[in-house]
């Protein structure tokens, strides 16, 4: 069956790095676009869009509130996406999750939540103020 496993997490000093990892397992990773979310704790949060790639990692984007500090990519070879995270900032913190999906076109990045198929458990980021 598909798995999504994310690892990385972990507190760090706001302005701090972290570099979040998703692998993958039971699909045909090259040919899912990726995207990483977030949510953070208490009631009323959504989870909120971080960053997305398309299949060959040639197309990116990122959300508005981590344009210029995060960074994804990918490694096809590796079945696994990446997630770079710079100048930390408390607002940040959150539960990070990576998810999979067949995209609609060809080398095309999803935003949206719901289109996502698979969904990996989650991994923690604290960042200290």
């Known amino acids: 069956q598909v798995q999504l496993v994310e690892s990385g997490g972990g507190l760090v000093q706001a302005g701090g790095s972290l570099r979040l990892s998703c692998a993958a397992s039971g699909l045909t990773f090259s040919i899912y676009a990726m995207g990483w979310f977030r949510q953070a704790p208490g009631i009323g949060k959504e989870r909120e869009f971080v960053?997305?790639?398309?299949?060959?990692?040639?197309?990116?984007y990122h959300g508005d509130s981590v344009k210029g500090r995060f960074t994804i990519s990918r490694d096809n070879a590796k079945n696994t996406v990446y997630l770079q995270m710079n100048s930390l900032k408390p607002e940040d913190a959150a539960v990070y999750y990576c998810?999979?999906?067949?995209?609609?076109?060809?080398?095309?990045?999803?935003?949206?939540?719901?289109?996502?198929?698979?969904w990996g458990q989650g991994t923690q980021v604290t960042v200290s103020s």
């Open positions: 998810a999979a999906r067949r995209p609609l076109y060809s080398d095309y990045v999803h935003i949206q939540s719901n289109g996502y198929q698979y």
């Open positions: 960053a997305a790639i398309s299949a060959s990692g040639s197309n990116t």
